[in-house]
């Protein structure tokens, strides 16, 4: 094949001539020999598909003879034939052999990423009691919680109006959708209890992601609600497990998990599991942290609450976990326990102090530049301006920066203002 004044390969040939042996004294090997050929093969039948594979088989037994290379077609035949599902060769490449077994293939990076996860969960245990055991204190954290945890994923009212949209039954101003995700979440966690019963098997667990999922989502047909998808979904470089090898990936997961004992490793590992699978078109996230709520609060343990100003944080700790290269659990455990110590702080049966509380920690900001996540404090001040709480002395410094900004316009002549 013609390629700016020199010849490539075809596919076919390449395929048998990386087969062939290498015995190079140096360096690297001139081949990438038996497990570089199944990668391959397994990234040809994505781009090429089934047809294409079946072409490039085509090719390598016509031109297998003229390169002397028939044991290598044998051994090409045998790997195509696995992948395609038409034999049961075994694959060398652990990899691919894990996406390609006949029974529940699974993503072998997914589970390395959550193996370094309940690695590192290993080495913490908060014991931070769940203090949102009476109904008014548990209903009260659950709407901030279901605020926040739809926020987080776009579906964003004012907190009063929210407020309004669970307690009082109002409509949601032709979003009657999004005002739907916030009750059916609202209602999902404010049920859970200590005590709550923990899935016993992975068909038990795939059954309960699979109907709580339909239960947020039930406003949304055209979302497939609580059924696994069927077209690969992803957010920004993060391509998430394969359609089909979601079962199998959950299987995988589930094993992990089980061995997990304390609430917040379970509760995380949960979350984290659902996260990176993303097994349904929409909502993933948001079933994530209702089954990571029903670890924590059914093993007795104070609920996670990520709010807003947090977001980066949560989803920087996320994506350190799926980096390229060696995955790193510790940024998304240290945020997991920041939000946690946070939320095991307000527990109030009155939803006035309980957003008074979260308020003084600047939770309802997007603005990551000039507010920070801070404690609780009872001593706070906390002014509502376009139906936002934070701190007075927030909104004073932002009038003051921007006063300050006025007087230095001021000074600029008129004509050397940039418009």
Excluded at 12 to 26: D, G, I
Excluded at 204 to 220: G, H, T, V
Excluded at 396 to 402: R, S, V
Aim: charged share 25%.
């Amino acid at each position: 094949m013609s390629f700016l004044g020199v010849y490539l390969p075809s596919d076919a040939r390449a395929l048998l001539e990386n087969l062939q042996a290498s015995r190079a004294r140096s360096g690297p090997s001139r081949t990438v020999g038996r497990e570089g050929v199944e990668r391959e093969v397994e990234r040809l039948l994505k781009t090429a598909h089934e047809d294409g594979l079946r072409e490039i088989r085509q090719r390598a037994e016509c031109i297998a003879g003229s390169l002397g290379a028939e044991q290598e077609l044998q051994v090409l035949l045998d790997i195509i034939g696995t992948i395609l599902g038409t034999r049961k060769a075994g694959l060398v490449a652990r990899d691919v052999a894990a996406r390609r077994r006949p029974d529940d293939p699974y993503d072998p990076e997914c589970m390395e990423r959550l193996k370094v996860l309940a690695m590192t969960l290993g080495r913490v245990a908060p014991d931070l009691a769940d203090p949102h055991v009476g109904p008014g204190e548990r209903d009260c954290t659950s709407f901030v919680e279901a605020y926040f945890t739809n926020y987080i994923e776009g579906t964003r009212f004012l907190v009063d109006k929210a407020r309004r949209i669970v307690f009082e039954h109002e409509p949601a101003d032709g979003r009657p959708q999004d005002g739907r995700d916030v009750t059916q979440t609202f209602a999902q966690v404010a049920s859970i209890v200590p005590g709550e019963a923990r899935a016993s098997s992975v068909d038990e667990f795939m059954a309960e992601i699979r109907e709580r999922n339909a239960r947020l989502l039930d406003a949304r047909p055209d979302k497939k609600p609580g059924e696994f998808k069927e077209d690969a979904n992803s957010a920004g470089n993060t391509v998430f497990v394969l359609p089909d090898l979601v079962k199998g990936t959950l299987r995988e997961g589930f094993a992990m998990l089980r061995d997990l004992q304390a609430p917040f490793a379970r509760g995380v590992f949960a979350h984290t599991l659902i996260v990176l699978v993303h097994p349904f078109n929409d909502g993933n996230g948001r079933t994530a942290r209702i089954m990571m709520t029903k670890e924590l609060v059914g093993g007795g343990k104070s609920r996670i609450v990520v709010p807003t100003i947090y977001r980066s944080d949560y989803i920087g700790g996320l994506r350190a976990l799926t980096a390229p290269g060696a995955a790193q659990a510790a940024p998304l455990v240290r945020a997991m326990l920041r939000c946690q110590s946070v939320t095991a702080r307000i527990a109030s049966p009155d939803l006035d102090e309980t957003l008074r509380l979260w308020a003084s920690t600047h939770a309802f900001l997007e603005d990551e530049k000039n507010a920070r996540f801070t404690d609780p404090n009872v001593n706070v001040d906390i002014v509502w301006r376009r139906g936002i709480p934070a701190p007075a002395s927030y909104w004073q410094e932002l009038d003051l920066t921007a006063q300050l900004q006025d007087d230095v316009t001021g000074l600029i002549p008129l004509e050397h203002q940039v418009v």
